[in-house]
């Protein structure tokens, strides 16, 4: 087998970089596609209060469907969250009913309510523009 030549300094043969490569691509594409799924079930939340943890958020949206995951942002070093969270639920009709509570009341604050996007990295940006 042709040793490779491409300036890495590896002695793997090419035919190996090249499997092992298009493993991590398309690895890679799966947790994308998985991501971009569980995109479709979540929604994001803005203005909760400092105090606000992860049970009074669930006991607030658990009329909208069963949750898989709730996501709370705060600061490094303290324990407040910043007022910004990410819930994931089990079916896009708990997204759907979460989406009806935007500027409702949660812990003496309105909260915002809405449909998570996608994040696209900008490389994987770049080759959607392209393709």
Do not use: W
């Not at 030549?5 to 596609?33: E, H, R, V």
């Not at 759907?96 to 994987?124: E, F, H, M, P, Q």
Request: glycine residues 6%.
């Amino acid at each position: 087998m042709p040793k490779s030549q491409n300036g890495t300094g590896s002695d793997l043969p090419d035919t190996l970089q090249f499997k092992i490569s298009n493993f991590a691509t398309a690895n890679n594409q799966s947790l994308a596609i998985q991501r971009a799924e569980a995109d479709t079930r979540s929604i994001f939340v803005r203005g909760l209060s400092p105090e606000t943890g992860p049970e009074v958020i669930e006991d607030h949206f658990k009329a909208c469907g069963p949750i898989s995951r709730i996501t709370l942002f705060s600061q490094k070093r303290k324990r407040n969250t910043i007022g910004y969270a990410y819930i994931e639920f089990e079916a896009v009709q708990g997204r759907a009913n979460a989406l009806d509570l935007n500027n409702s009341i949660l812990n003496g604050y309105s909260i915002t309510v809405k449909k998570k996007r996608t994040n696209v990295k900008s490389n994987d940006r770049k080759e959607l523009q392209q393709g």
